[in-house]
């Protein structure tokens, strides 16, 4: 088996070569078809993310993270065989041969909140490409057979995104849904949001209006169907939505998540609004606290999303058949290319990794 893996932080991933594994147990093997490059993985690659005011980054290290590790938790992949110990109801609807989406956010599968099918929030969680070896590789192994969700159809390449950006957006959607009826704003145009307007309009929302500073990702999120679009770099660009929206704004979906998106974002919320943080770029929190209490703003922080969101969502993207977002096909060779293309803003949308 061939892997891709980060065997030190802030350096090429390196190639590993060793015995394809077996499944044990109930795990099930897979031979990878798809691989998303999510931006996460730049964390993961730099081996931490930015805290602000001050202080001292949070490294991956410090949340028990170990070295080597492959990455890759947008993954899809053929079911090749069962372990010894899956049962027929085990296995569901699939069967050897099936094209299945991982759902990569495990967590220990026997706390509270993972029993109550939360595992995204459990305290020991144990992420594939995050805690444990994801899709960098041309074969993997997953714990149990109900973490494969079957694509019935759906296209590998463009539906592997559908694990990470596709459900941590349709969750933070989730969490503004009763404002639906309003313009709501999204922060980032990237492969996030991106999926994200094709999914509002799905889910029967009046639309979005996208800020980002790229020029070329702002033109990708007025192709894919925003109401308008704005660059966050503007010295009015606050006076700029307020006006494109022309009505009050009651929500915003920060997919950036640094003190500048996170200023905009708030200050841009009429009395009452809320802000959800997605994204994970990084800094310290720029808000004057008594504008929280005076303006009534809840903010709120969206985490990826369950198991049962994710089916949720697949269910969603074939019955309303939701195109799917700009996507870049390489060689699972060229992972860091891949990855130093998402580092230095030159992808729109998603790229996808093929073994």
């Known amino acids: 088996m061939k892997s891709f893996k980060v065997a030190e932080f802030k350096a090429p991933l390196q190639v590993f070569e060793e015995p394809t594994p077996q499944p044990a147990g ?23 993310y930015e805290l602000g005011h001050g202080r001292k980054p949070l490294s991956l290290k410090d949340r028990g993270i170990a070295l080597p590790r492959t990455m890759g938790h947008e993954s899809v992949g053929e079911i090749l065989a069962f372990g010894p110990d899956v049962t027929e109801a085990d296995k569901g609807d699939l069967k050897v041969g099936d094209i299945a989406l991982v759902y990569p956010w495990l967590g220990c599968g026997q706390c509270a909140t993972c029993v ?9 969680p144990q992420a594939l490409g995050v805690y444990c070896d994801g899709g960098y590789a041309d ?10 969700l079957n694509l019935k159809g759906l296209d590998p390449v463009t539906a592997a995104p559908y694990a990470c950006s596709g ?23 990237g492969g996030l949001g991106l999926m994200a307007l094709s999914l509002l309009k799905a889910m029967g929302g009046k639309g979005a209006i996208v800020v980002d ?18 660059d966050g770099s503007a010295p009015d660009a606050l006076e700029q939505l307020a006006r494109k929206a022309g009505e009050p704004i009651r929500a915003v979906i ?16 009429t ?3 809320k802000l959800v943080i997605v994204g994970l770029f990084g800094g310290g929190a720029p808000w004057a606290l008594p504008l929280i209490p005076i303006k009534a703003i809840t903010i709120q922080g969206s985490y990826v999303g369950n198991l049962r969101e994710t ?29 130093v293309d998402l580092q230095q803003g030159r992808l729109v949308g998603r790229a996808v990794l093929v073994p």
């Open 26 to 48: 109930k795990q099930v093997l897979i031979k990878v078809k798809a691989a998303g490059v999510c931006h996460s993985d730049l964390h993961i690659w730099d081996g931490g």
């Open 116 to 124: 109550a099918g939360e595992e995204n929030m459990c305290l020991k």
């Open 139 to 148: 074969h993997m192994t997953v714990r149990h057979p109900k973490y494969l």
């Open 167 to 189: 459900v941590t957006t349709y969750s933070a959607l989730k969490k503004v849904e009763k404002d639906f009826d309003t313009p709501i704003v999204i922060f980032g145009a």
């Open 213 to 230: 500073i790229d020029a070329k990702k702002r033109e990708a999120a007025e192709k894919a169907g925003a109401l308008a679009t704005v």
């Open 254 to 269: 920060d997919l950036v998540g640094n003190a500048a998106t996170a200023q905009l974002g708030f200050d841009c919320l």
């Open 271 to 273: 009395k009452g609004g």
């Open 311 to 339: 089916q949720e969502l697949l269910d969603i993207v074939r019955a309303k058949k939701i195109p799917p977002i700009p996507v870049t096909t390489m060689p699972l060779a060229k992972a860091n290319d891949a990855l």
